[in-house]
């Protein structure tokens, strides 16, 4: 007699994909891995054949609590030319992102002016509460960017500085 531990690991889905013999096809489902969600994800926020459907994707985002994922999204290797139309899906989504200051500000220093705009939109619509530490340390990372700079981007550096401080004043 087969120890029935040993027929379980043909039932894990991570091992195998079992089909039971006379069960529906509808029945059969795929694990979905992270990369998997994230790739969809990119795909519903950026590409124009789904136009159609980004509103609801960003409400269901919100309403998932998905923003650990849009972030995962932005960070991907694969979103490096859309990742300008995520960071905007960030402030449409009204997901309050406050909690992720630092990365945000990163995003604000990024050489892609787009991408800067976006992150700084984002930031600009944080709700709080912030710790003094971390608004401190922003401020002094875009001063210091600041003087590498000579673009237009200047202006906006500017307008997250006085933005910054004022969420140390509140």
Request: aromatic letters at 6%; proline letters at 3%; charged letters at 30%.
């Amino acid at each position: 007699m087969e120890n029935t531990n040993d027929l379980n690991k043909y039932f894990n889905s991570k091992e195998y994909i079992t089909t039971i013999v006379g069960g529906n096809a509808e029945d059969v489902t795929l694990p979905v891995t992270k990369e998997d969600k994230i790739t969809s994800l990119i795909s519903l926020l950026t590409e124009p054949a789904n136009k159609d459907v980004k509103e609801e994707t960003l409400l269901t985002l919100k309403k998932e609590k998905g923003g650990d994922t849009l972030l995962l999204a932005i960070a991907s290797p694969k979103a490096k030319n859309v990742r300008h139309l995520l960071v905007a899906a960030c402030w449409e989504s009204e997901i309050n992102f406050s909690k992720y200051l630092p990365f945000f500000i990163l995003l604000a220093l990024d050489e892609d002016y787009l991408i800067s705009l976006e992150a700084i939109t984002v930031i600009e619509n944080m709700e709080g509460p912030f710790t003094e530490a971390d608004v401190t340390s922003a401020i002094k990372k875009v001063k210091e960017a600041k003087k590498k700079i000579t673009t237009e981007k200047i202006v906006l550096l500017n307008d997250l500085i006085v933005t910054l401080e004022n969420y140390i004043k509140k």
